[in-house]
Every structure is written in C-alpha cells, then in structure tokens.
C-alpha cells in the first residue's frame, strides 16, 4: 500500500506514480497533459458555418496560426486569410489525429477543437486520466459497451472483443444516457411510439407544414379514447406544443424509424437500441443524431449475439419472423449487460492519443469538478 511504501522510506513521488495505470493510454495522456502545459497558441470563436478548401475567410489566419503552433509540416504563407492546399493539408492531418473524416472541410466540431485552448484542453486530458483511475469492477462472461462520443460499441467475452460496430447516439439536446442496465428482448417488425417530447418539438411542425406527408410516412394520429384521427382534417396551427392532446404512432414497414428489429434494455428512459432505415449516418465521423436511443449500424450481428445457443432462433428463424410484417417479440434466456459511457481519450490503431469532440460537455464539468478544493480541505 502506499502507507506501507512511505513508512519503509520510500520516495513518496515514486509511491505515487506507482498508484497510476500502467496502461499505454494513460501514459499517453500523461505526456500530452505535460505537452499542454508547455504549449501556447492563438485561439479564434469558431463559426457555424463550414469553411471549405480554397476559400477566404477571418477565419483562415486563426486557423492557420494554431496548426503552425503543433504542425512542423506547415509553411509559412503571405496570404494567411486563404484557406490554401497547404493548409488544407495540416487541417486533414489535425482531423485525421481527431478521429474526423479528413476531408479538409471545417465544420462546426473541427472549428470547435482548433479553437480549444491549451488551458481547456489540458484539463479534458486530465479528467480523461482521473477517468482511467476509477477501480473497474470484473466484467461478467459477456458484456457490451457503447462508448458514446466515440459512436461505438464493443461487445467483449473472456477479454476478447466478439462484435464491433458503429453506433448513432442522441444529439446534444437529447442525450443518450450514460447508464448500467441490460438487454433482455428483441422486438420484431416493431411500431414506433413516438415520444410526447418528439411529438410535440419534431412532429408538431411537420403536421402544420403538410400532414399528409406524415401520413404517407406510416405515421397515425390518435385522439382522446384511443380513436384515430384524420391528420388532414385538424387545424394544425391552433394546436399548443404545451398541450398535445394526440399520440402519434408508425406502424411497421420499410420506412419505420426502428427499423426490422429493436432490441429492449432495462431503464426508466426508454431507452433501446435499434435498426434504422436510415443508413447514411454511419459514413460520418461524429454520429450524435438521435433522439437519445442507439441506432447499431449492424443489427443482425446483434440478434445473433443476444439468442446465441438459444434453439429455434438462427437467422432464417429472423427472416421468417421478419417476412410476416407482423410485430412479435421474443425474450433472451441471457441477458446481456449493457454500459454506456462516456470516453473521449483513446488510442488509434497505430497507438496514438486521439482526444474527440466533447459533444455532451462531459469533459468540461468533470474537469471544473477535479478544480475544486476537496471537501474540508484548508486553505493554507
């Protein structure tokens, strides 16, 4: 224990650094925190809009100025305020280090990491390290977790990973929960309910705008006692988003935002993961666009994982479900423990820090907490 090393007479720094994890991320996290210290450079209000290579923008020469503080490779230019080939170059590289698509385009979270602070951005690197500290509890035989700023999910078995995939979580105003739970079902062709919040916030304005595309879309319109309503006959614009007085479902089909298949987990969030017809969000590099739920980029390979071994359940035993458009569901005779959470810090496959956008603020708040004095501590 440390108590014991300092009685022996002990290096009480040595002591300390032993406490620390011996893993390759925390001992890369640790010299970048001592890299940060050091380092300065400019900082600039990131813009809402995409800055494209080959344009001219105020923006340009703050840019320029902050990759030429980390990146040898860029030269110096006479006209700072072009976003040149040169640039564009540094900027791929500096995405590229970010786990962004490197395409040279700078939108709203790669404007939002450049103009990170070396103060700010020290103290993400030391809450993702006190992070690391944190005892981990053994993990039963099978366990998934989706890391949610890194939009992925890893499901691990005796230590070794048994299924990867992308995952789409919430978008910043509707968060995914960061939460110990289970997965213990499966729906089939499942309805879609759709939630008071999206309902009022989401749905409300397409109903003013036109319903009858959202009826085209499978969605129905129930009013007081259950009893369906004709979207096209309602005066849209007199009814309160603070006062929704309809339930609004999607039946089953090729357009339904769950997609063939949902997978329940125990929560009071209502929380789950899913299929999604809409697949063009795992070719992007930040996937916050849900409204709180995980969209898996693979549902399949999650059905095999939750009934492996369980008789009668193999894919053509899915398909057949899948091919009567009916809804049904089955329960898993193991479930499967769920964590989600919330890791910016990691290493890239050639064993690089890659530190990722913040989406949620996490970092941020944790960071404040860990400048607050301890609870009782003095001041001297």
């Not at 036109?210 to 009826?215: G, K, N």
């Amino acid at each position: 224990s440390l108590g014991g090393m300092l009685l022996a007479g002990g290096d009480p720094l040595a002591a300390l650094d032993a406490l620390a994890p011996s893993t390759p991320l925390y001992a890369a996290l640790k010299a970048e925190l001592a890299t940060l210290r050091a380092a300065s450079w400019p900082t600039f209000e990131p813009g809402s809009t995409t800055l494209n290579p080959g344009t001219r923008d105020p923006r340009v020469a703050a840019i320029r100025a902050r990759l030429a503080a980390t990146d040898p490779e860029l030269p110096a230019s006479r006209d700072p305020d072009y976003y040149d080939p040169q640039l564009v170059a540094a900027a791929k590289r500096f995405q590229a280090a970010h786990a962004l698509d490197a395409d040279g385009k700078l939108g709203r979270f790669s404007q939002r990491l450049l103009a990170e602070p070396p103060a700010e951005r020290a103290a993400r690197v030391a809450a993702n390290m006190d992070m690391l500290r944190a005892p981990v509890a053994a993990a039963p035989e099978l366990t998934i977790t989706v890391n949610v700023p890194a939009y992925q999910f890893v499901a691990v078995e005796e230590n070794r990973d048994v299924l990867a995939m992308k995952v789409v979580v919430g978008r910043p105003q509707r968060p995914t929960p960061l939460m110990q739970t289970r997965m213990v079902s499966a729906v089939f062709n499942p309805p879609w309910g759709v939630p008071q919040t999206l309902a009022r916030e989401d749905m409300l304005p397409k109903l003013r705008a036109d319903p009858a595309s959202v009826t085209a879309r499978g969605f129905r319109i129930f009013g007081a006692g259950g009893v369906e309503v004709d979207p096209t006959t309602v005066d849209w614009r007199t009814v309160r988003a603070d006062h929704f007085p309809y339930v609004i479902r999607q039946d089953p089909g090729d357009a339904n935002a769950l997609g063939k298949i949902k997978f329940n987990l125990v929560n009071p969030y209502d929380i789950y993961m899913h299929d999604t017809p809409d697949r063009r969000y795992f070719a992007t590099d930040v996937r916050a666009f849900s409204s709180g739920c995980i969209r898996l980029e693979r549902p399949l390979d999650m059905y095999d994982l939750l009934f492996a071994g369980q008789s009668g359940m193999d894919r053509p035993r899915l398909q057949a479900l899948l091919d009567r458009r009916t809804t049904s569901g089955m329960g898993a005779r193991r479930p499967i423990p769920v964590n989600t959470v919330y890791r910016t810090a990691g290493l890239d496959a050639a064993g690089k820090l890659v530190l990722r956008v913040d989406i949620y603020g996490l970092d941020a708040i944790y960071a404040r907490a860990l400048a607050q004095p301890a609870a009782g501590a003095r001041a001297a």
